[in-house]
């Protein structure tokens, strides 16, 4: 850096400017500018190479140090582009806090956090669900404005298009319960007791909970994606802006659509699951067809059958209310819908384990 009597310095700039060599400090220009009570500062960029943000970064810093120190800064030496970048930066103001405050929050700051963003979800989500209970009253007293057609089209997909799925996690799941049952029973001269095995536990639990699961992969995400586009596109806006409620042109057929559709997808599991254990009880185990119909038939009642039925209801209703409320808050950027996705998943698994608990507890008392 150059200095003249007159209180004028110039600030020389020279070869190539990168980001990969770091941004050099200002230190010693701002000790130059204070201690040479400089009042206006130049550039002289006859020298200067390649350059990119570091030299503006540099710029920013070094104006910065000018203001502390009094002095004015001149940018005509600078080339066109720095100029220009520097003038487009300029125009829009800074927004307050974009920075950050660069201190590290505190335990009891953070914790805090949490719970309030904890409070605020549950008083989302009993928000939600009270909206949905009135458009169901709305919908019970033929009074909810959906299209009938976008409800059929949900029970095709959320019925005959989960078939496939369905089909081959079924019959994998009652193939490994006979699997290792039978290692076990095998043992003991106990192998006829591997139908029993499988189908009371196809029956009373595995077949509505692995469809409960495969549903929230597939119908409950789908839902948060969904629902999640639509906000970011603003076509929510655009219902409530119409006078439409969202939650019974949106939600109501989805909800009444997985629900109705889960006990006869849950019954299909069943017999499914039951078809699996039987290929191993009659193909490992040497049990003829029909003994191992007959143990089948002896070992699962209709109220073990209708009260898995009745747990894939409640599943299903939990994975629409789940991906649909995950849908609902949803931000408004494409990252916020995977988001959403991805929370709408969790949150459905995390549901219909705890409702599973509590249904084993209660039908234990119950005798069921």
Not at 39 to 46: G, H, I, N, Q
Not at 90 to 112: I, Q
Not at 158 to 167: K, Y
Not at 233 to 258: C, H, K, Y
Request: proline content about 2%.
């Amino acid at each position: 850096m150059r200095t003249s009597g007159d209180g004028a310095g110039v600030l020389c700039l020279s070869g190539d400017w990168s980001l990969r060599s770091g941004i050099p400090s200002i230190d010693q220009v701002a000790g130059r500018i204070g201690s040479d009570r400089l009042r206006r500062l130049t550039f002289d960029a006859s020298a200067l190479g390649h350059w990119d943000t570091s030299l503006l970064l540099f710029l920013d810093h070094l104006e910065k140090a000018c203001k502390t120190s009094g002095a004015q800064l001149d940018r005509s030496g600078l080339p066109d582009g720095v100029r220009r970048l520097v003038a487009l930066a300029e125009a829009v103001p800074e927004r307050a806090g974009a920075r950050g405050s660069g201190t590290r929050t505190s335990f009891l700051a953070r914790v805090g956090n949490a719970v309030t963003g904890l409070y605020t979800g549950d008083r989302e989500a009993l928000d939600f669900i009270g909206q949905v209970t009135i458009a169901l009253g709305h919908w019970v007293t033929g009074r909810a404005r959906y299209r009938r057609s976008d409800m059929l089209l949900f029970i095709q997909q959320a019925g005959a298009d989960a078939l496939p799925i369905i089909t081959l996690i079924s019959f994998l799941v009652g193939l490994i319960l006979a699997f290792v049952g039978a290692i076990q029973l095998k043992q003991f001269g106990a192998s006829i007791y591997v139908a029993d095995m499988v189908g009371v536990g196809m029956v009373r639990e595995m077949g509505a909970m692995m469809t409960g699961i495969v549903m929230a992969g597939r119908t409950g995400a789908s839902y948060a994606a969904q629902l999640g586009s639509m906000k970011v596109n603003q076509e929510i806006d655009s219902l409530t802006t119409m006078g439409i409620s969202p939650m019974e042109f949106l939600v109501l057929p989805r909800l009444i659509a997985l629900t109705a559709m889960m006990p006869l997808l849950c019954l299909y599991s069943d017999f499914i699951g039951i078809l699996g254990g039987a290929t191993v009880g009659i193909g490992m185990l040497q049990l003829s067809p029909t003994t191992y119909i007959l143990h089948t038939e002896w070992a699962v009642t209709l109220k073990a059958l209708f009260g898995g039925l009745f747990k894939a209801t409640v599943y299903g209703a939990l994975v629409a209310l789940a991906g649909c409320l995950r849908g609902m808050q949803s931000g408004n950027s494409s990252s916020a819908v995977g988001d959403a996705t991805t929370a709408a998943v969790v949150t459905s698994i995390v549901l219909i384990i705890c409702a599973c608990g509590v249904f084993a507890v209660t039908f234990y008392v119950l005798g069921i």
